[in-house]
């Protein structure tokens, strides 16, 4: 079963039909912290942890604060609570009488009377959608500056819960135990930057109306193992289409990526000047020389592969822009193609917008996305669900929104959990634009866009086992090659 996410309006909505069927608010509240303490008492037994500050806000997630506090002195750890003046939630009333009828220590306001060796942040819950002001900002900066471990309960306080967008700033956890469901902003955007491990404390049963936002994809991916008697021409031609003259490395990398996801033939087609280093690098590519094909040898080529990889270091230039208008209407126009739309060729489609067929995969950055949207990337980033679904809506097909966090969008919204920052590096879009090409021409719909992208950011992750800071995409098709070959089975 997949994981879901769900917008914090949905999990508001829910909770409100759970307390109208006459179920208890407090008992909930009583049940998220007695299982979140439940959580953290192996946790800080085996990191040794005594003293614990639990920092309470002014609403209910503050409540789920004061009796996590309360069922950890019970546990008999050292607890102390940091709080602001209560609200006016009857909930966190009884919540905080319960902690000064166990006798913890509150103290008003967060200045720390000791150092700890854990902080609990129950700030702001995920109603939280305005900046937090500069008080609070100091408060949150100075609960980051301490160097014990972190947890949040709900969501960090200062994130928004379905964009992943720090307001202003948020909580860095290591932990964040969240409520009834996941939020998708623990996982896409800079969300991950703040939410640590995230873990759900899941306690009512969802009811018909709850309605997910989005997957995560999951990161076990299995593709069938190959038959003894396969051949090159069962496991799909992919035609890599770009290179300018001043670009060629681009094309270089999608086509090994594609070889590395197994593509049984890999042609390229570019700018006859690149052709000697990568035959140099790859004697197994076909090479076409993209200045001398004629329209007709153009189609003639297009009827005989089974995927497209368009755009890598195609250019911007007049001479990009005639390439464009040669290719893109018979590679939207082939109904038998997969088609992999990436960089400049994205460009040109938010030069001159077309509607793309169902088996497009177009895979923007943020500034892509902004280009293709007529927005900017602060806007792109300030919803990046909302923008994936205009991308969809304004030129159809199936999107990725790389990024922390990718979102997939197909006939539903996933989000990929792999990956790390070391993949921010120059060549990575080319090699997901080849392997996207690839596990494409060999499984066709047997084959998920989103475990594609997954995939891709296993492949990252590989790389980055011995550390982040200086991978390289011309790396990637060694790592794509063990990902590739990881839980297959039998067909």
């Known amino acids: 079963m997949h994981r879901q996410v769900y917008h914090s309006q949905s999990i508001q909505a829910w909770e409100q039909r759970w307390f109208a ?48 506090a309360k069922y950890l002195k019970q546990y008999g750890f050292d607890v102390d609570i940091y709080a602001a003046e209560l609200g006016a939630s009857q909930d966190l009333h009884s919540a905080a009488q319960e902690a000064v009828d166990a006798e913890i220590s509150i103290h008003s306001g967060f200045v720390f009377q000791k150092q700890y060796d854990a902080y609990i942040d129950a700030l702001f819950g995920i109603g939280l959608n305005r900046e937090v002001d500069s008080t609070w900002q100091q408060i949150i900066q100075s609960i980051n500056a301490e160097t014990g471990l972190k947890i949040a309960i709900d969501i960090p306080s200062g994130l928004q819960a379905n964009t992943g967008q720090p307001l202003a700033c948020a909580i860095k956890a290591d932990y964040t135990y969240t409520a009834l469901g996941l939020k998708a902003g623990l996982f896409t955007g800079q969300g991950k930057e703040f939410a640590g491990q995230v873990e759900v404390i899941s306690l009512i049963p969802p009811d018909t109306a709850l309605e997910p936002l989005a997957q995560l994809s999951p990161t076990y991916i299995s593709l069938p193992q190959r038959e003894a008697f396969g051949h090159k021409g069962r496991y799909g031609h992919v035609l890599v289409v770009g290179g300018h003259a001043d670009m060629g490395g681009a094309v270089m990398m999608a086509a090994e990526s594609a070889f590395s996801a197994g593509a049984g033939k890999v042609t390229i087609v570019c700018h006859e000047k690149h052709h000697t280093a990568i035959l140099a690098r790859s004697p197994n590519i076909m090479l076409r020389d993209i200045n001398a094909l004629t329209k007709a040898e153009i189609q003639q080529l297009l009827d005989h592969v089974d995927s497209v990889s368009f755009g890598m270091g195609l250019g911007r230039d007049d001479w990009s822009e005639q390439q464009y208008f040669n290719w893109f209407p018979k590679i939207n126009a082939a109904e038998h193609l997969h088609v992999v739309l990436d960089a400049d060729a994205l460009w040109f489609l938010a030069e001159h917008p077309e509607t793309l067929k169902a088996q497009t995969y177009a895979t923007p950055h943020p500034g892509e996305a902004a280009k293709l949207l007529g927005s900017s990337v602060k806007d792109i980033e300030a919803d990046r669900v909302a923008a994936i679904y205009q991308l969809q809506e304004k030129y159809a097909g199936q999107w990725v929104l790389k990024g922390s966090g990718s979102l997939i969008l197909q006939d539903r919204l996933w989000i990929c959990t792999a990956g790390n920052a070391g993949m921010g590096t120059g060549g990575m879009g080319d090699v997901l634009a080849g392997i996207t090409a690839s596990l494409k021409a060999q499984f066709a719909e047997q084959i998920q866009l989103h475990e594609i992208v997954t995939l891709h950011a296993l492949a990252g992750d590989v790389l980055a086992e011995h550390g982040m800071r200086g991978v390289q995409a011309h790396q990637m098709p060694a790592a794509v090659y063990q990902v590739v070959n990881q839980g297959c089975i039998n067909e």
């Open 21 to 68: 069927q006459q179920n208890s608010s407090y008992a909930l509240m009583q049940q998220v912290a007695w299982t979140i303490a439940q959580r953290l008492v192996p946790i800080f037994q085996q990191q040794n942890i005594q003293n614990i500050a639990v920092c309470c806000g002014q609403g209910n997630n503050a409540g789920d604060g004061y009796l996590t």
